[in-house]
C-alpha cells in the first residue's frame, strides 16, 4: 500500500504589551532555530482531521501561556523590524553559521533561511510531503515530484503568497520526502491540509 501524508510547522511572533518580538525560547516556548519565532509542529497523517487538531491543540496551549504571562501571540506574515534588531538576532542566534539548506525552483537567490528579509521578519506555514510504500513489515520511501507539487502549491496559493511578500518556489529537502515553504502563518490552514493532501494523492 502506498501511504502519503502531510505535516505543518506553523510560525508565529511573541510580542510583549508594547509589541515587540519577544524571543519565545527564553520564555520556554517551542522555538526555531532563527530565535524570533515560535514553531509549532503538527503530528504527520493522511487524516486531515488529525492534522488540523494537533494543530489547534498546540496553538491553545500556547496562546493560553502567553496570556498568562501577558504576552501575545501573533499569527501575521510578517513584522516590520529595525536593523538593529536584525543584527541583534543574527549574532546572538549564529545566523551566518547556520546552513541553508533551501532550494527553489525558479532560481530565485532570495530565501526564508534566516527569516528576515527587506525589512521584514517573516513567519510561515511549512508543509512537509511524505510518501512511502509499505509491504509486510517493510517501509521504502518514494521520490515525490517536487517541481510539479510545488508550482501546483504557488499556482493555488499565488494570491496568498503574493500578497504576503512571501517568496514562491522554496523548498527543502529532508529525511523523508520534503518541505514546501513558500506560504505565510496567516494563510487558512484547513484549505491548505485539504489541498496538499488531494496533490499529494493525485502523484504517481
Avoid: W
Avoid at 510560525?11 to 532563527?34: C, H, Q, T, V
Avoid at 506574515?77 to 534588531?85: I, K, S
Amino acid at each position: 500500500m502506498i501511504l502519503n501524508e502531510i505535516g505543518l510547522e506553523l510560525e508565529m511572533f511573541l510580542l510583549n504589551r508594547e509589541g515587540n518580538i519577544l524571543e519565545p525560547s527564553k520564555y520556554g516556548f517551542p522555538a526555531d532555530e532563527m530565535g524570533f519565532l515560535i514553531e509549532l509542529r503538527t503530528e504527520h497523517s493522511d487524516n486531515p482531521e488529525d492534522i488540523m487538531n494537533s494543530l489547534l491543540l498546540l496553538s491553545d496551549i500556547n496562546i493560553k501561556k502567553s496570556q498568562k504571562l501577558e504576552f501575545e501571540i501573533k499569527i501575521l506574515p510578517y513584522l516590520e523590524v529595525t536593523q538593529e534588531f536584525q543584527e541583534y538576532i543574527s549574532e546572538k542566534y549564529k545566523h551566518s553559521m547556520l546552513p541553508d539548506h533551501t532550494k527553489n525552483i525558479y532560481g530565485i537567490k532570495k530565501t526564508h533561511h534566516t527569516g528576515f528579509h527587506d525589512n521584514l521578519a517573516t513567519a510561515g506555514l511549512h508543509v512537509h510531503f511524505s510518501s512511502r510504500r509499505i509491504f509486510g513489515n517493510k517501509c521504502l520511501q518514494r521520490d515525490l515530484p517536487i517541481e510539479r507539487i510545488v508550482t501546483i502549491m504557488d499556482n493555488t496559493f499565488y494570491k496568498e503568497i503574493k500578497d504576503s511578500k512571501r517568496i514562491e518556489g522554496e523548498y527543502e529537502m529532508k529525511a523523508h520526502g520534503f518541505e514546501y515553504r513558500s506560504l505565510p502563518a496567516s494563510i487558512d490552514y484547513k484549505t491548505v491540509i485539504q489541498k496538499s493532501l488531494e496533490i499529494l494523492n493525485e502523484m504517481k
